[in-house]
T-cell receptor, first 113, second 109 residues
Framework: TAGITQAPTSQILAAGRSMTLRCTQD?????MYWYRQDLGLGLRLIHY???????GKGEVPDGYSVSRANTDDFPLTLASAVPSQTSVYFC????????????FGPGTRLTVL | GQNIDQPTEMTATEGAIVQINCTYQ??????LFWYQQHAGEAPTFLSY??LDGLEEKGRFSSFLSRSKGYSYLLLKELQMKDSASYLC??????????WGAGTKLIIKP
């Protein structure tokens, strides 16, 4: 079972360029999440989706957008990257709303120059 | 505001016991999670507490006191593979997870 996959594993991006980070899960989980993890800070929620067709803003949504066209996929788009978006990005999923364990993908390491 | 505090780094000896503390102030409380994260890898679930008391799972135990806004993760019989960061996270009133910055645990032989 693959669980959650993310692509690419790492990327170097020029400032001002756009990029989409991909996330796919095969657990039929309803809820999905995008976090960024920076040194010395906890995981910070960027956007989430409680079910296919719906999305919501997390703690740090500015500069990012998401879509949830189906249950399995939850791509994160940076429309015009800036150096402060250099981070490790984790996608996660859980069975549904409410309290449940979140399962994480392997992460994407993004550097914006 | 919402806040999760845990020590930045701890050092312990192989075979010993270590306790990692976490204090929290959040808008609402729907449970507390502990995750383990090895360097360069994704976080993985360790434990979940929603009621006061101790939950034991093999070498790992987690304790919660809701009145004190306090939890700890207890690791027994430490092994070198336990060297990792341990993340405390609270599910708030909106069921969003608020994460601490993590405690880096270094195990020495």
């Amino acid at each position: 079972t693959a669980g959650i996959t993310q692509a690419p594993t790492s990327q170097i991006l020029a400032a001002g360029r756009s990029m989409t980070l991909r996330c796919t899960q095969d657990m039929r989980h309803n809820a999905m999440y995008w976090y960024r993890q920076d040194l010395g800070l906890g995981l910070r929620l960027i956007h989430y989706s409680n079910t296919a067709g719906t999305t919501g803003k997390g703690e740090v949504p500015d500069g990012y957008s998401v879509s949830r066209a189906n249950t399995d996929d939850f791509p994160l788009t940076l429309a015009s990257a800036v150096p402060s978006q250099t981070s490790v990005y984790f996608c996660a999923s859980s069975e549904g709303e409410g309290v449940s364990e979140q399962f994480f993908g392997p992460g994407t390491r993004l550097t914006v120059l | 505001g919402q806040n999760i505090d845990q020590p930045t780094e701890m050092t312990a000896t192989e075979g010993a016991i270590v306790q990692i503390n976490c204090t929290y102030q959040t808008s609402g409380f729907n449970g507390l999670f502990w995750y383990q994260q090895h360097a360069g890898e994704a976080p993985t679930f360790l434990s979940y507490n929603v009621l006061d008391g101790l939950e034991e799972k093999g070498r790992f135990s987690s304790f919660l006191s809701r009145s004190k806004g306090y939890s700890y993760l207890l690791l027994k019989e430490l092994q070198m593979k336990d060297s990792a960061s341990y993340l405390c996270a609270v599910s708030d009133s909106n069921y969003q997870l608020i994460w601490g910055a993590g405690t880096k645990l270094i195990i020495k032989p």
